[in-house]
């Protein structure tokens, strides 16, 4: 009895020691801890938290500055949302959060905010079902976080990043990966810059928002890069979607909506690099696509027949299996592929340019039986670049009559490439985006296009030889 009740000491002892040694070297305390700090402290007060584990569910009623960066780690124990902000005001800064719950009915979260004017930034959250959630929580910003889900099939998982009813926020430089969305609920005058989203669903996803910037994100290896549906008035520039390959693979998705300028992205080996379906969806807006650069992508630009007045201009669609295809039967005729004189670049044109405007002398009417037949019946792409579809394609030719009708009408395309300026996200390294271009054979001598990839103000320039 002795020897065994020696033994249950031993165990306890050495369990005590794993514990004090998780992060800090600290044996863990109950948030309450926290909590007393909290309650002791001024409005405004800035309360540095000392390096320790702290467990269970925080609730902040004071509006606070929450500092971890001596390193305090908040741990849910796997139940309900690990801090919530309940005061307007509270900036929660540089603290590692983890193990909420995984209850999907209550959507429990690393932060969840439902206050005005917070600041959430710095912060590690993982393990966590929802990252960081707002719910009517305006004039917010959520800044530089680094944010895991869990390790869940991707139809359980929460979103990284969810803002309902939170207008006039900034959702700038955070890095999110295995989640479901970063979404976008009813939020109007949002600022959605350099984050970067990997193995999620969509990385981007809005829904009636409006009024919005989206601008140098990098939405990479997840189903869907941005999705917009029934939002307006939003600004897409500078974004990368690269490798965007789900069921619908979309790297942009846009779905009724109005007034969506789409300038100076780079879409590159997604399924679908553009997806239009009804947009713009009123009868007096437009949709704008200018100098973006959409290649190596199963199909570059793909959308329903009644899809109208979107115009394109300056782009380059450059070596994508499809360039443009339809959503079932019909043209795109509606749509206008050239604004004052000035088309598009696509690397499959055939024209020629006799007075060296740099515009073609022919026009671009891309009529591809195979295309046609494909975008019917999607199985045939196991026959894409076979003998099979040079067969199809040569008996097109020889028999006018089996050709279809033209997917669009280019009447100015461009006889060369266009130069397209790529800007790198803050945190993403000169020398990560240039193998980025490598992985795809985007640089110009690959492919002939001019691309100026350009460093944000106050980052450093490329070391030699880093340059794209």
């Known amino acids: 009895m002795r020897l065994a009740g020696f033994g249950i000491l031993v165990s306890l002892v050495a369990t005590a020691v794993v514990r004090a040694d998780d992060r800090t070297g600290v044996a863990p305390r109950p948030v309450s801890v926290v909590t007393e700090m909290i309650e002791h402290a001024e409005t405004g007060d800035e309360i540095h938290v000392p390096a320790g584990v702290y467990e269970g569910n925080l609730v902040i009623r004071k509006s606070v500055v929450l500092d971890g960066s001596e390193g305090a780690v908040f741990d849910g124990l796997g139940k309900g949302t690990v801090i919530e902000v309940l005061a307007e005001g509270v900036t929660i800064r540089a ?3 983890r193990a909420s719950g995984d209850d999907v009915t209550g959507e429990p979260a690393g ?59 900034t959702v700038e430089c955070n890095t999110v990966r295995a989640s479901r969305d970063m979404v976008f609920w009813y939020s109007e005058n949002l600022r959605i810059v350099r984050n970067t989203v990997s193995d999620s669903r969509y990385g981007l996803h809005f829904m ?4 919005t910037v989206l601008e140098e994100n990098d939405l990479r290896a997840n189903s869907v890069g941005i999705y917009l549906m029934y939002s307006n008035r939003i600004t897409l520039k500078g974004n990368r979607l690269t490798n965007n390959r789900g069921a619908s693979g979309y790297g942009i998705g846009l779905k009724d909506c109005d007034d969506i300028a789409i300038t100076g992205n780079a879409l590159l080996a997604n399924r679908v690099g553009v997806y239009i379906d009804n947009s713009p969806s009123s009868v007096d807006s437009t949709g704008l696509f200018e100098s973006n650069m959409i290649a190596f992508n199963e199909i570059g630009l793909l959308a329903t027949p009644n899809t109208h007045d979107n115009v394109f201009t300056r782009n380059a669609f450059v070596e994508n299996e499809d360039p443009a295809a339809t959503h079932g039967r019909g043209r795109l005729v509606s749509n206008t592929f050239a604004r004052e004189g000035v088309g598009n670049y696509w690397s499959d044109y055939a024209g020629f340019d006799l007075d060296g405007d740099g515009v073609g002398d022919v026009v671009y009417e891309p009529k591809s039986l195979f295309g046609a037949m494909l975008a019917n019946e999607p199985n045939l792409r196991l026959f894409v670049h076979s003998p099979a579809q040079q067969a199809i394609e040569f008996t097109a030719r020889a028999l006018p009559e089996l050709r279809p009708e033209s997917t669009l009408i280019d009447p100015s395309p461009l006889a060369e490439p266009p130069t397209i300026e ?47």
């Open 95 to 97: 603290c590692a959060i």
């Open 111 to 169: 932060i969840r905010v439902v206050a005005a004017d917070a600041t959430i930034e710095s912060n590690t959250i993982e393990d966590t079902l929802f990252g960081i959630d707002l719910k009517q929580a305006p004039d917010a910003v959520i800044r530089g976080n680094t944010i895991a889900g869990k390790d869940l099939d991707p139809g359980r998982r929460g979103d990284g990043i969810r803002l309902w009813w939170s207008h006039g926020s």
């Open 208 to 211: 009636y928002s409006h009024d």
């Open 422 to 468: 790529l800007t790198l996200a803050h945190g993403s390294g000169s020398g990560g985006w240039r193998m980025a271009l490598l992985a795809t054979g985007l640089l110009s001598t690959a492919i002939g296009c001019v691309v100026v990839v350009g460093v944000e103000r106050g980052l450093p320039e490329p070391k030699t030889g880093e340059r794209a």
